[in-house]
């Protein structure tokens, strides 16, 4: 046969190019004691979790700390956001977060104890667009005061304690309301994805365990008055 009659010649050698994906690791340490005890508050079923917009932050800062940029004024998109497992916290009981942004897509990866607990992919947002007109909101008869959502949740197993009870009212379709801004970014965005769950099925209400799209613009919200309109329009927003 021919193939007897083929020798390679090896006394040659040759560099050739080899592509290896890249990631950025960023790390970040919770107590739950002093300035990050308020996350205790975001409990459920008698227990605290640490919430899934904390993940969202925690891209948000990754990023931000690659690009060295303060993400308190980086706009920010997160996209095909999923939450694979819940962290149960206890105060003062360390955990250490790990996030790996594959640079070349910005794919990320949430881990906790060598274990995947949420993933996505973000992007710094420039040029961030919202609906040209301010959206249109006003408290009337059908309005539901925050109150007696949280004491409707509280029977549901959402047991939030004061820094996640952030949203004052919502209409009754649950389509629009008023948020409090407390300058914390977690419970803020947490009440925002309330206008997801109040309008969930007849099976009862449930938070999103993920999202296809989640931007958030922190230089617009410096520029908001008091009492400014929060309303769901496909994207939970910062608007």
């Known amino acids: 046969m021919i193939s007897d009659l083929i020798r390679w010649n090896h006394t040659q050698s040759f560099t050739v190019p080899k592509y290896v994906p890249t990631t950025s690791e960023y790390s970040k340490e919770f107590k739950f004691d002093k300035d990050d005890a308020y996350l205790l508050d975001h409990k459920i079923d008698g227990r605290s979790l640490f919430p899934a917009t904390g993940y969202i932050c925690l891209a948000w800062e990754a990023l931000a ?30 955990i250490k977060i790990f996030v790996n942004i594959l640079d070349s897509s910005g794919r990320f990866e949430i881990i ?46 959402y047991e939030y304690g004061p820094y996640f009870q952030n949203l004052v009212e919502s209409n009754i ?36 365990t993920g999202a296809l799209s ?26």
């Open 112 to 157: 906790e104890g060598k274990t995947l607990v949420a993933s996505g992919r973000v992007s710094e947002c420039k040029n961030m667009t919202f609906q040209e007109s301010d959206p249109k909101y006003s408290g009337n008869d059908l309005s539901v005061s925050g109150r007696d959502l949280y004491d409707e949740l509280k029977r549901t197993g």
């Open 65 to 94: 700390a690659k690009l060295q940029k303060n993400f308190k004024e980086m706009p920010v998109a997160i996209e095909d956001f999923k939450i694979h497992r819940a962290i149960v916290i206890v105060p003062s009981v360390l």
């Open 214 to 239: 989640f931007k958030i613009d922190p230089n617009l919200l410096k520029l908001l008055p008091a009492r400014t309109v929060i309303q769901k329009k496909g994207h939970c927003c910062s608007k």
């Open 173 to 208: 379709e649950g389509t629009g309301g008023l948020v409090m801004w407390r300058n914390k970014w977690i419970p803020f965005l947490d009440s925002l994805l309330l206008f997801f769950g109040l309008l969930s099925d007849d099976l009862g209400f449930c938070l999103p």
